[in-house]
């Protein structure tokens, strides 16, 4: 039996979706409005379209945010962010899926306890610990304390990819003289490999866009990350809102297009972990 | 799904045997726990043992640190703006429980209704959740709530009374809240979308031939089928709501006269604005009593799920 919805229930679905889009939409929109307006325009009406296109909105922004830095910087922490979290993450989690050391439910507890664990528990001892060591203004140093915030979902997420994969692959490789290391890198890892592109993208995702720590622990304007550089901008430097909207769309767009490319692995991997970003 | 196809393939094989006839696997696997637990113990575990221990000392981050006993606790306890922190720590989970949660339960069975668009709203209704908060903010401040160049100021200038939310010390913090709902709610719509869809069909077409109205198939069956996930981002609202940070410090710094102030902004003023450290990890423990009792929940219904 094929079921049909009613016209009228189809109706206010729609109108009630269309208001929900509406609402995500509308502040987005005014963010491209906006950085294609000259200040004085803006204050006139932030809803009015923009005409013409004031592009010199980006270069300032690009040069009062310091972007050619800053832009380099937040790359570089994401990356190196997601190259520690994966290699760190992916044999911690294959451990614990299968389950290969007797203590693993210790383990599993413990790590799914900390993604839960507030960051002002150990931000402040952290932060006087780090400025005695010269680490303060420090990308690696930062993307290390990324690292430890993140590994945790990270793995979690990871551990469920290496429990769908059938054990009879990894036994009959350890039959044919495999070893263990063997087992890992040359069949376990290519198999959870969607996995590990699915992580990449989340954590890489929280890493440009986190602000607490970034904001703590970079303070130097030529160390700072783009997102850092942006609140600085606005909170600051400029009360040119046409430029500050362009500082924001340089930094959302790149992030936006990514979004929209791999949708369902960002959506499944954030439902699978559920960590707020 | 995954752990039910590893417990049944774990019942049908004795991977121990092979296990077994391998060098002691447990003591090399053992070594792939290293990297992650270094990196965890040193960023995390340390230095949340030392914010334990930094609670009952007096230090302002460079001389040496002075015991103090409970001294800290003491006056975090009898400082008004703690109590004002918290209380509004416990508003703020008091809405993000309601609000967010109803508006993607609503979305997420319309939805399941709208079967050719769901795709479309799915990935817009997640657009916000991938925007950075600093720039979720400024674009609120900017360009709604501000009084010049936002929204709210074009509504006055037609005539409309609606002063900016974040100036006021009765809005400031509802102002701030209204911001992330923005940032929060499209997430929860598409988990919750995720689990509908794994409701059983011959359930859902059983009500619609029995001539169920929308608000009983909500009440009787799409609810009921979905409890565990609403009950799980519940858990988790309680949990994030107590660490709520970025969106109250960009915005209004706890401000107007501390009426927005949270517990994370509060530790953070502490520690890094009146070099008063020991403060700071006494309020840090405060927020982490509330998330311990919440993380026990998550923890425990997380491994029941699953079968640990």
Redesign the interface.
Known sequence: ?N?V?GRF??IV??V??GI??F???F??A??VL?SLKP?AQ??V???ALPWPFRWDNFAHAWRDAHFSQTFVNSAMLTAMTIV?VC???S??A??L?RR???SW?I???Y????T??????????????Y?KLGLINNPPAVS??Y???Y??FA?MLLR??F??V???LE?AA??DGAN?WQV?TQVMLPIVSPGILTVALIIG?YS??E??IAT?FLQKADKATA??A??LL??QYSSD?GE??AA?LL??LP??VL??FM?RR???G??GG?V?? | MAFQSEAIVGTQTPARRVDSSAPRPSAVHALYLIPTLIINFAIILVPALLTIALAFFSWDGISAPVFIGLDNFVAVFSDSVFWTALTNNVIWTCIFLVVPVAMGLVAATMLLVARKARNFFQVVYFLPVVIATAITARVWQGMIYSPVTGIFGLMHRYGIPVGNPLSGTSTALYGVATVDLWHWWGFLCVIFFAALRQVPQEQIEAAKIEGATYWQMLRYVLLPGIRPTITLMMILTVIWSFLVFDFVYILTQGGPAFSSEVLSTLAYRHAFYDLNVGQAAAVALVISCFGLIATFFYVRIQTREEQL
């Open positions: 039996m079921l919805e229930t189809m679905t729609y009630a979706l929900g889009a609402i995500a939409l502040p987005i005014l963010l906006n200040a803006i204050v009406s932030p809803l520690l290699t760190t993450g044999l911690t294959y451990v899926a290969k050391i007797k439910k383990w599993t507890f790590l799914m306890a900390t839960t664990a507030p960051i002002q528990l150990f931000l402040f001892p952290l932060y006087f610990g400025a290390l304390i690292a430890a915030l590994s945790p793995i469920t990819y429990l769908a059938p054990k009879e036994e350890l039959v263990h890992f995702l440009w866009n602000f607490l703590t997102v850092v942006f609140n606005s909170g809102w500050i909207m924001a930094i959302v992030v936006v979004f929209l949708q960002f959506i499944e954030m439902a559920s707020k970003g």
